[in-house]
């Protein structure tokens, strides 16, 4: 239970500070929010718990695939905030837009 929380301890920090920088310097937040950070972290804690490297770089792979239908939020959520749309309608349409492009990737994988 102890390592649970020193991931979470050690994964909010990151997340906590990615925030902070932004608040600051918007292009230096951007920069550290767009570090794959989730990612090695997850890759890190799957190693240590299972040692297994096609599990891993199963993990990996996988990533790289959910990677590519979250990347039209970051075109949709600036468009919307400079036309005038509020925050949380343009977070929540972009929210939607992705999970709808998952959806979309989860299907055509299915068929390849």
Do not use: C, N
């Not at 600051?24 to 804690?45: D, K, Q, T």
């Not at 790289?64 to 977070?91: D, K, T």
């Amino acid at each position: 239970m102890v390592y649970l929380f020193i991931k979470a301890a050690i994964s909010g920090v990151l997340i906590a500070a990615a925030s902070e920088v932004a608040r600051r310097h918007a292009g230096f937040g951007a920069l550290i929010a767009s570090l794959p950070l989730v990612s090695i972290l997850g890759m890190i804690w799957l190693w240590r718990d299972t040692q297994d490297p096609v599990r891993l770089a199963d993990h990996a792979a996988a990533t790289l695939w959910y990677v590519v239908p979250s990347l039209p939020m970051f075109v949709l959520i600036p468009l919307l905030l400079r036309a005038g749309v509020s925050f949380w309608i343009a977070l929540g349409a972009g929210m939607l837009l992705t999970v709808g492009l998952y959806g979309l990737t989860i299907w055509m994988m299915g068929r390849a």
